[in-house]
């Protein structure tokens, strides 16, 4: 499903480099990505769905190449195959929960907005126990909805891979066991493969596998 093979990525005028030999993860496998801060995994989020390409080696994702595609393509890849979870939600205040699921659909022409889909959004906000904040605004519910709001919308295109970064970070114990346990369930009915980042290493015995990312994570000079 996902493949790297001598992979290099490093920021612009930065000391942090990823330089990761080969790693793979397979169809439908669930796994955790852990490390200290600072050491990319966010980065290694970014470079599967295609927000950033590597310097040089081989990114191969559901059977594309991500190397060769444009600007364009990427981003096409991203809304066809890829449900981002972000770590800071990145909901819109001025639309209602429903409106914020369905966001996918209102900015994507890729995407077809239907009364599949809207069915499919209730189901979803159903599943996640926020149905009865459907017409309610953002910023009246708590962080642990706003956070389920944000995976709905992640799930609703019924993506090949789940990416959750932090999904976790600012919850209790009860609502990180929770978001944890909903994604897991999701990933496993559609058949879909789940990166999720954590800190958390109580959140660890549910996933197939862990990686830490630090194994990959160089300091380099400045150049």
């Known amino acids: 499903m996902i493949r790297f093979q001598q992979l290099q990525f490093r920021y612009p ?3 942090f480099q990823l330089n990761i030999p080969q790693l793979e993860v397979r169809e439908a496998e669930k796994v955790a990505v852990v490390g200290p801060s600072g050491c990319g995994k966010t980065t290694l989020l970014n470079l599967i769905s295609g927000i950033l390409v ?7 994702s559901c059977d594309v190449d991500l ?3 444009n600007d364009s ?4 890849y991203r809304i066809s ?7 800071e939600f990145e909901l819109i205040d001025y639309l209602n929960v429903r409106e914020n699921i369905l966001l ?10 239907d009364q599949s889909v809207e069915a499919r959004a209730r189901d979803l906000a159903a599943s996640m126990q926020i149905d009865q904040y459907l017409a309610g605004r953002i910023d009246q519910i708590s962080q642990g909805e706003r956070q389920r709001v944000a995976i709905c919308r992640a ?3 019924q993506p090949q891979i789940l990416l959750a970064d932090e999904p976790t970070g600012n919850l209790d114990p009860a609502n990180k066991r929770l978001i944890r346990d909903l994604l897991l369930e999701h990933a496993t009915r559609t058949n879909a493969t789940l990166i999720m980042v954590t800190h958390d290493d109580r959140l660890l015995d549910q996933f197939d596998r862990t990686i830490d990312i630090e194994q990959f994570h160089e300091v380099v000079s400045k150049s």
């Open 81 to 87: 195959k890829i449900g981002f979870v972000f770590q």
């Open 67 to 69: 190397n060769q595609l």
């Open 13 to 15: 005028h930065s000391a």
């Open 54 to 60: 590597p310097d040089q080696g081989t990114l191969i």
């Open 73 to 76: 393509q990427r981003r096409n």
């Open 155 to 157: 799930l609703l295109p």
């Open 104 to 113: 996918p659909y209102y900015i994507n022409q890729a995407l077809k907005l």
